[in-house]
């Protein structure tokens, strides 16, 4: 009998590609996977606990898994279940729970009968989770996770202790990785990590040569027929000049990066346990900007961090209303217990962040406007979705920006050039050249 299982994921690029080897893996040990909804016979959840709101919405998921089917068998891994396995080990329903490092080994504990807790110290681990895909479920582009854990400690957060030390995946690892993603029709390939501007540090020599994540763009481009790659998330310190220009020049790399800005206050940077200035962070941008006027920037704000006066905050609208800038992702500031900031005086009052965010949050609506205006009237090349509606299209272009257009085509999965004719709320419409 097939038996039916759903995996859901919170958070990060990292944990959906996680999810979507350990769908692989089930689907090789008989499992078919149905939606949330449907009241599959075991759940998957691979949590995120980079806020208190996460934390919130991966219990929630327990509980909404045992009403759709009150028989089921739910398996909790992922950040949370690292950082917090026995507190999720006494839900009511929870049958396994998992750490971050044990998703290697998903199959032999999901079908042993060991302890209902597996997690290990992460913080001795000394490589990546030995997890590969070969395609991306119902998507069009795959993530391939070069990297994982973190070594920067910054002063609110708690992944280094739920990810551990900085580890990253031999380059020829990679390679192969990729090259069976492109065997398997997949156009654009998204580089994933926790922190992969630390991407080959603990490489040093291992491999006989230095190794950066700009080496690595260098050999993938060598070394593969990928037709696109995507840089996952970057810290500005960490934008090499030779990356940046891999970025800007190569017409195979996706001129987008996105940049944690986290504040525009060198004093709340200080704070954070953040490696530079604003002004660090604002000529960098204008440095990128020079070499490429059209790039898509994405950039990471906390607001509300302890102490966070009205000017320091009034610091961070003010740098960001300098940059053309694409998008933002703007957070709360939240208290994760065992980190420093947790201990930090002046907590902000959670009204006051709010408001704060929703403030930035209307700036970066106004920055995506301006941004994305620019395109009207230019032809752009898109990778289509696999979850596109008949008659009508939809994917991303190399800047990140979402385009709708028409077509009876079956375009799935394949890149093909659009010319844009509209803005329409945050993407753009256009006609298939």
Do not use: W
Not at 266 to 284: C, G, I, P, Q, W
Not at 327 to 354: C, N
Not at 397 to 423: H, N, R, T, W
Not at 428 to 433: A, H, N, V
């Amino acid at each position: 009998m097939i038996k039916s299982v759903c995996v859901v994921t919170l958070g990060c690029k990292a944990n959906q590609f996680e999810s979507a080897a350990i769908e692989e893996l089930l689907i090789q040990d008989g499992y078919q996977l149905v939606p949330f909804e449907q009241g599959a016979q075991l759940v998957v959840i691979n949590t995120c606990t980079v806020t208190s709101a996460t934390d919130a919405q991966s219990r929630k998921l327990v509980r909404r898994a045992r009403r759709f089917n009150p028989t089921c068998r739910i398996v909790v891994t992922g950040c949370y279940a690292q950082v917090q396995p026995q507190k999720l080990a006494k839900l009511d329903g929870v049958d396994l729970v998992i750490g971050n490092m044990e998703k290697e080994n998903f199959l032999s504990l999901l079908n042993g009968h060991g302890a209902k807790v597996q997690v290990g110290e992460i913080a001795q681990a000394s490589h990546c989770p030995d997890l590969k895909i070969a395609s991306f479920f119902e998507h069009s582009r795959a993530f391939v996770q070069i990297q994982s854990g973190c070594n920067a400690f910054c002063s609110y957060c708690i992944i280094p202790f739920a990810r551990g030390r900085s580890r990253s995946v031999a380059v020829v690892e990679v390679i192969d990785q990729i090259n069976v993603l492109i065997q398997n029709g997949y156009q654009e390939v998204v580089l994933t990590g926790i922190h992969i501007g630390n991407y080959g540090k603990d490489l040093q020599g291992e491999e006989g040569v230095d190794v950066s994540l700009a080496t690595l763009v260098e050999t993938i481009l060598d070394q593969t027929s990928l037709h696109r790659l995507r840089l996952g998330s970057v810290e500005p310190q960490e934008l090499s000049d030779e990356l940046v220009d891999l970025v800007c020049q190569s017409s195979r790399v996706c001129s987008h990066l996105h940049i944690p800005l986290q504040s525009g206050s060198d004093a709340v940077l200080k704070r954070m346990n953040r490696h530079y200035t604003s002004e660090n962070f604002y000529r960098s941008l204008q440095n990128i900007y020079a070499r490429s006027p059209q790039i898509s920037i994405g950039i990471d704000l906390i607001v509300g961090f302890p102490g966070e006066t009205t000017e320091e905050h009034q610091q961070s609208i003010d740098l960001i209303d300098r940059l053309p800038i694409h998008y933002l992702h703007v957070f709360p500031y939240s208290k994760r217990p065992g980190t420093a900031a947790e201990k930090m005086k002046d907590h902000v009052d959670s009204a006051v962040a709010k408001d704060r965010a929703t403030q930035l949050r209307h700036l970066g609506e106004l920055k995506k406007q301006e941004y994305i205006k620019n395109f009207d009237g230019r032809s752009v090349e898109v990778v289509v979705e696999n979850s596109s509606e008949k008659g009508h299209c939809k994917g991303l272009s190399e800047e990140y920006v979402p385009v709708v257009f028409e077509s009876d085509l079956s375009l799935a999965g394949q890149c093909v050039k659009v010319l844009i004719g509209g803005v329409d709320g945050g993407g753009l419409t256009g006609k298939l050249i």
